[in-house]
């Protein structure tokens, strides 16, 4: 019984093909943008970990030179007392014309934390030590030229960087010293302490925390809404299919109710049919989103290069819990998609008829209904975000706003119709928006899917447009001097100041301690007066006399995160450390997710706290940047001491290219999803909806005419959603720059609006619906006389 | 007026081709009623969707007024099917998405012959003044019948078809719609052609013919 | 003290020599020097290292009685691999250095490991005045005349317990097989081998609950070569006992899938050695126990009826099991029978 009845309930899907094939389609494409921007955020921060932990300088502690670097002789003698140390040389070697950074280990002194490569292999090892054997990931191997060892690929090496053998690297580079010592974990009994031993090092503590992962977290955020978005607009899909396949089948159902198939059993044939599917569509989904995430991920790795200086992979690694989250959300789409249709069909009465007309045809009673819902969870969103606070908040927020929109636009087309239909005058013309108002039910998943694609592309582009406004805006403030210089200590940041003195026009000291701000940890600046921070530092608020007074003692300038998160406005009083500060002003402090203040450099001088950060900041012409920074890394800074505000800035424009490439291809991807939705949902359409068409076509109308009206149609309704789009979209970015943001990093940019790009959608939405109607219009154009003579002979 | 010669069309079926119309002819003055009977299958539809247009023979000729239906375009038939000829089938002829008043009016707009008075007039001739502002849906079948003819009327067509116009309809009804449906086309000085399986309605018209397995007979 | 670092070396090293052909050490020896028999040893410059052959060691180990009654046991190793026959200088040199240093105590036994690469200083072996050394850890001759090995101070340590050991040999430095040429196997490959098992000993033990003050007997062990295994051979039980009446015996069985190869000489209180051949020597595990989740024999008969010997050996700690890059056993023993005294047992190639 049981297998007669399920070959019967799936001998459905064999009628109608192109059902099936759109609630896989839809199912595999959510699954897909789902988990493959997952894919992309997953690789993004294995590479981050990696990178934390090339060298493991995330766990380990190490030696680096006060000046210059530590000479074989030192590492020798720091061995024979016993130190567990392992040498490193670190360079730059140019590779036609790009530069790579090169790292020389011992890999028989490594400390197994920090062993970046695996020399496990055949003979690896005796290459690597004695015929010279570079490791470097794809990308950088492709550069490497053929006069260099050869080369090993791998991915567990971020981009740009190559490892060989210290004989090897000491040829390369050109020196026999290193630029520091990588201390074991565990050290032997009874050692010498360094600090006799090798007073002129450095112990450097390991590098604590993933800065870069805290840094990229609003980019993954962006990626993941998308991710998200997309997915829901293909549940869309997957909800109408489902729905129309229950519907159809509803004589069917009630046949095999009548010969007696009980109703659970009913029930559990409809739910294994659906993980039957989404079993299929997900592992479609997950190989589509590998494919999404291959293509997508070189962008995305330039963005997070340029943008954060974090160095992720371009290629993509397969992850066995990623295939199966994959699956996961598919089935638990398919659940969340199929559970209204399997809880209709087990509270139906036997005996009720079949309706798939009236699953198309909704009364305006019932649009009414929907809109009244809809517009009450828009009204909650607007409590929320009046009242509301934290990020699940602003998320649910996000969500009311968007499904009630979705739930008010059947009605508002409805009612946009019926207004244009008081300017129509030709029986054309009334009869085309008559019919169009007629398609809005069963077209209104679709189009509703299409809404929420047009608003995410708004909503996510406004704020990632709005944030390159603000952030290359805050940059050119933030960084008005040319060069930004970190001494190592006291002593070093002493020779820094005598050094660069005469040298520079303008040497800003700029220190720091790390304290407790307002009971939360956090970096208390010191700085010196200066015209440069009087003319360009971003101030979002502040008292009159600001920088007279800070100067002066008064006061202390506190970023926004920490205004925002204290409720401080200028004038409040502040705790830094133990000390209270009236707040004079606030400062925006993109990217910092901690709170920070700044006070006058005597001040912070005065608290009598370690000072953990000597920086400078110098201002010069910029025509002597070169020249100073070889006077500064000859005097033995590190290159990475050393930041050029020009170079800083000019990734951080190439930078947020490359971000619109990525958020374009999502745009263009959830939308193409919206139109998928649209395309089935017109083809399922098209046959029901021949009687409607047939005595038109009697009347005198060809089937050209009346399929180029159906094209007609369908962009007039992505129009109009369109229309309704552009409000929710800007809601969104609104949401998302002045709530989500807010919650999620403690800072809010101010919104920008880009009406050119609304434009760009708006067409690109006509495209799209034109493209799906394509098919179903051509189908309508073609189609026999008999099938739709047969309108006027058959019963319904 | 009209002069269908030599009609022929076969159907692709499941067992080959099946052919509902062999070699018909027929011709019918300006102003003439003509019934067409014949049992189910019999070909009487067919022949009528040829007349109208709406498909093409695979033999022969259809000649109205001065045009070979056979030798147009699909434009051209559906142009002449929107000035000269009304169709009226046996259901489904009203277009779901607008009103009574919209649907009578609707195909008189397209002939761009459209007459308010004369709607009106015709409205309350088939009784549907208090319907105007319904939907086709709202209706019932009777109702929908006298709409289909109202709105064929108001085109004021050279030739009007109907296939089973009352085929849906009790014996009561259906003899009230055929009555204004002839009454009508008398007015306006059509020519009819309407499909029928009842000899009692056939009789009120000028002419039968009946058709036998897709063949004149009798 | 056998071949043991030999299969030591090649897991080490050995997957890529493997890649030059050296996947049976016995089998060739693409250029690295082969010992010979009839070369006659000279000293001090043989208690330097030999860069032309593939692998050397100087293994030393030490039965120890601590001051508070117990027994316990010290192993200090260098071994040097030369990946190619050259002493070269710098970062390119390719000889590498592995120490290992083994502390035994009856409950405990602690393990260290050094790695180093030779040619920059930080290990290496000088014949006079004799040093051998591995970052801090050292043996130095402190002899003041006579041979360089005859009084050595060695040091060692590791994360949790450190030793320094003054040594003094009480007896001449003895061959091994043929005047130093030593063969490892009945297809004839070969070491040279010589040793000094008449150390007495005294020193310190520095182990987490404080300082230990012990003595007792030493024996160190000389062996290069480039060739010396058979490619069957799976592993092998080394036995260095100190008899109470002052001889030593040196016993070796080299298991293979064809049985076992056995070796052993006799070195009488005077210093003479009588060397044995294949089968003069019988090795029986008499008590097997689980060490590092592998079964290993750690109580043994050994017999050598051509002297009159057959003793029973028990274990200071079962649990002597070296945790190393390539792991075995090695750890100090008692033994009766009849004859009586302390030494040393390596086990390898227990799986």
Redesign the interface.
Known sequence: MKRAAFSALISHWRKHPIQLVSLLLGLALATALWSGVQAINAEARASYDRAAGVLGQDELQRLEPRAGTIS??QY?AI????W?ASPVMDGAINLNGTRARLIGI?P??TPPQSSPVDL????????F??DGLLFAHPETAAQIPATLPPVRVTDTLTPGLIIT???TA?DLLQT?SFARLILAP?????LRPLSELAPDLLLIAPEEGNDIARLTDSFHLNLTAFGLLSFGVGLFIVHAAIGLAFEQRRPLFRTLRALGLRKSTLLTLLATELFALAVIAGTLGVALGYLVAAALLPDVAATLRGLYGAQVSGALTLNPAWWLSGLAIALLGTAVAGAQSLWRTANLPILAPAQPRAWAIASLKSLKRQALVGAGLIALSAVLAGYGSGLTTGFVLLGCLLVGAALTLPLFLHVALNFASKFSH???S??TL??T??QVPGLSLALMALLLAMAANIGVGTMVSSFRVTFTGWLDQRLAAQLYVTARDQAEATDLARLLDGEVDALLPIRYIEAQIEGAPGQIYGIIDDITYRENWPLLAAQPDVWNRLAAGDGALVNEQLALREGLDPGDPVTLGTAQFTVLGVYSDYGNPRGEAIVSLDQLGAKGAPIQGFNFALRLPETRVDEVTNLLTTAGLPARNIRDQAAIKAFSLDVFERTFTVTGALNVLTLGVAALALLTSLLTLSTMRL??L????????????LARLELLRAIILAALTALIALPVGLALAWVLLAIVNVEAFGWRLPMTLFPSDWIGLFIAALIAAALSAAWPARRLATRP??D??K???HER | MLQVEKLTKTYPSEDGQQTVLRNVSLALAAGESLALTGESGSGKSTLLTLVAGLDQPDQGAIRFQNHDLTQMDDAGRADLRRGEIGVIFQQFNLIPSLDVAANIAFHARLAERADAAWCAALATRLGLEAHLARYPEQLSGGQQQRVAIARTLAARPKLVLADEPTGNLDEDSSDTVLDLLMSGVRETGAALLMVTHSLRQADKLDRRLHLSHGQVSG | MSVRPLILLFWLWGTALAAQGFAGLGTDAEGFAIPQRGTELTFPDDHGAHPDYRIEWWYLTAALQGEDGRDYGVQWTLFRSALEPETGTGWDTPQLWMGHAGITTPNRHFVAERLARGGIGQAGVTAAPFEAWIDDWAMTSTATGGDQLDALTVTARGMEAAYTLDLAATGPLVFQGDLGYSVKSASGQASYYYSQPFYEVSGELFLPQGPVRVTGKAWLDREWSSQPLAEDQTGWDWFSLHLNDGAKLMGFGLRSNSGVFTSATYVAPDGTPTPYGDDALTLTPLTLTEVAGRTIPTEWRVQLPAQGIDVTTTPTNSQSWMDTLFPYWEGPLRFTGTHSGIGYLEMTGYE
């Open positions: 074989l002789a020798v061995r024979r007392a016993g567990l011992d028989l002194s496990s292999g055949d003979g690896d090892l005796q290459a030590v004695l053998d210290l004989s000491s026999d565990q050290q032997s009994v009874n030709t029986a054309l009334d009869w008559a019919d108002r007629q009687p409607q047939a005595p038109v076509w009697a009347m005198g109308l060809t089937r050209a005419k006389a008999a739709l003579i309108v006027f002979a």
